[in-house]
């Protein structure tokens, strides 16, 4: 599977519960660099400068810098906790050549290009899957304690009603039609 494909498959938009999830799994900045890494590799996917890397495609720290709106430093930062950095292509090629995984076990690499003073980067899309089941599964798990939740709380709602049925006779009907809310709930 691709990268654009893994976006909408786990959508991963700036607003879901995924991308929540990964910002708590990788720190605020490290998940913001992940995902906007993960749109970069989906739109530069196929194309000819793409392929003529080796599958990788290159971006400024000034430009992911103003993307993101941090400083170099915190991007460094931020890159070190899931991809693994190469000094130089040198260095990343000689990697390539002995065999090794490149990747060392990250969710992508990066290597420094001297020639366009550009950093390239490679989705490890293996791994990049597995880590996004485990948020996927993490989400449903949320959305399950947040459904049981909501459960509790309308529970909760109706025996106080039932309690207090001399001050409430008149709401009767409401307290009707939040039970009938409450047995169609199958979810959120």
Do not use: H
Not at 69 to 82: G, H, V, Y
Not at 112 to 124: F, G, I, L, W
């Amino acid at each position: 599977m691709t990268s654009k494909g893994l976006i909408s498959k786990y959508n991963l938009t700036p607003m879901s519960m995924a991308s929540t999830i990964i910002k708590q799994k990788l720190g605020k900045i490290a998940g913001e660099l992940f995902l906007q890494l993960m749109y970069w590799d989906s739109e530069c996917r196929g194309s000819s400068t793409y392929k003529a890397n080796g599958n990788a495609f290159s971006k400024s720290n000034a430009e992911l810098s103003y993307d993101l709106t941090i400083t170099e430093k915190s991007l460094r930062t931020a890159r070190n906790k899931f991809c693994e950095c190469y000094k130089t292509q040198t260095v990343y090629k000689e990697i390539v050549e002995s065999e090794q995984d490149e990747f060392n076990g990250r969710l992508f690499l990066a290597y420094y290009n001297r020639r366009d003073n550009k950093m390239y980067y490679r989705a490890n899309i293996k791994l990049i899957t597995v880590f996004l089941e485990d948020v996927q599964g993490t989400v449903a798990e949320f959305e399950k304690q947040k459904k049981k939740n909501y459960y509790q709380r309308i529970t909760t709602f109706l025996e106080k009603v039932q309690k207090e049925d001399g001050e409430v006779k008149n709401q009767k009907k409401d307290v009707a039609e939040l039970k009938r809310l409450l047995s169609d709930i199958t979810c959120l």
